[in-house]
C-alpha cells in the first residue's frame, strides 16, 4: 500500500502539471489572434533591379491579396510573426543577440489583431517617408530602460548606435513564440527604413473563409505578374507545438488516474481483508462499549497509516525529480507547493473513501452473532 500510494503520489503530481502546462500553454495570449489569421511568402519571379524597385512591387502585391475576396486586412513585415524566420538584423551592438529588428506596415498590428498597450501604429504617412519613429515591445522596453516602466517610454527618443535619434511612439505587447520561453524582444520601424527583403505578409480573413495558394497566384498574376507563393494557416503552424505537450499531459494524466484507480483497489482490499480478519476482534470491542463510530475510526486510520507514508515518499521522490521534469513544463513550477498540497490531499481522500466501506461494515457486526459463532 505504501508503494502504491508513493507511486500514485508522483504520477498525480507529474500528471496534474503536464496538464497545467498544457491548459496554460492553449490558454496563453500570444500577443495576436491566431484564428483566420494566414502567413503568405510572396517573391517576384525575376529579382527587382534596386531596393526601391522592390518596395513597389511589394506595395502593389498587397494591395493585390487585399482585393481577394473575404480578405479583411494585409500586412506586410520583413519577417511576420510564426514564420520561424530570424529578424533581418539585431537591435543594437550593445544588444546583441537579444533583440531584432522587424519592419512593418502601417496596417500590421491591426492585421495581427495585436492591441498596442500604449501609444500608437505608424501612420501611412510615416511609413512612406520612412520616418524616424520606432514602436518597442515590452521586452524591448525593459531591455533598453530597465528602469522605467515600460508605459513611460512611449514619447521617448530612442538613440541606439548607427542609428538617427527616433522618436517611441507605441509600445507592443511581446508576441510569445511556445518553441522559445524566452519572449524576444523586438522593435519595429516603418517599412523601407532599411535596405531589407520584403517577401512575406500576414492576411486576416471573414470567419468561414480560407486562404489557398491558388487563389493568392491568380490574384498576383493578374497585378503584378508570376511570383512564387506560400500560403499558411497560422493555427496550423501553432499546433506542431503542442504536439509533446498535448502527449505527455493525456500520458501522465492517463497514468495518474489509473494510479489512483489502482491505489483506492489496493487500499479497499485491504481494508476488507483486514475486517474479516479481526471479525471476532471487532464483535468483542464492541460488546465490551466501543462505539460504532470508534471502530469505523480504527479500521480508517489502520488502512490509512501506510498510504500516508507512501504520499511522504512520493513527495519527496517528485521534489527530488522535479530539477529533471521542469524542462518538459511551460510557466509551471515543478515544485510548486500548491500542486504537492494538492496531489497529497488526493491521495489522502482517495485512502478514506477506499477504507469507508469496510469501515461501515465493520462499524455494523452484530457482538452476539460473532461470539456465539466463536
Known sequence: L????????????????????????????LGFVAKDLYTVAIAPAARPGSQQAALAWYDEALEAVRTIPGVRSVGGADVVVTSTMAPMRGLSSAYPGQAGRYQITSSYFETLGTRLLAGRAFTEAE???AAHVAILNEAAARLIWPDDPPLSTVGRLLQLHG??????????????????????????????AQPSAFTQAVARMEPGRALDVRTVGAALA???????????????????????????AVLLGTFALTGLILAAIGLYAAASADVTLRRYETGVRLALGASEREVSRRVILDTCRPVLAGVAVGLIFS???AQFFQTFLRRVDGRDPWTYALGALTLGLTAVAAAWLPARRAASTDPATVLRAQ
Request: charged letters at 25%.
Open 163 to 192: 542609428d538617427p535619434p527616433r522618436q517611441v511612439v507605441g509600445l507592443a505587447p511581446t508576441f510569445t513564440d511556445w518553441s522559445d520561453t524566452r519572449r524576444p524582444a523586438a522593435l519595429y520601424l516603418p517599412k523601407g
Open 127 to 129: 511609413i512612406q517617408a
Open 222 to 248: 493578374s497585378r503584378v505578374g508570376d511570383a512564387r507563393v506560400d500560403v499558411r494557416y497560422v493555427p496550423a503552424t501553432l499546433e506542431p507545438d503542442l504536439v509533446d505537450p498535448r502527449f505527455r
Open 319 to 321: 521534489y527530488w525529480s
Open 2 to 29: 505504501a508503494t502504491e500510494a508513493a507511486l500514485g503520489t508522483a504520477l498525480v503530481l507529474g500528471g496534474v502539471m503536464c496538464v497545467r502546462s498544457f491548459v496554460g500553454m492553449t490558454r496563453e495570449d
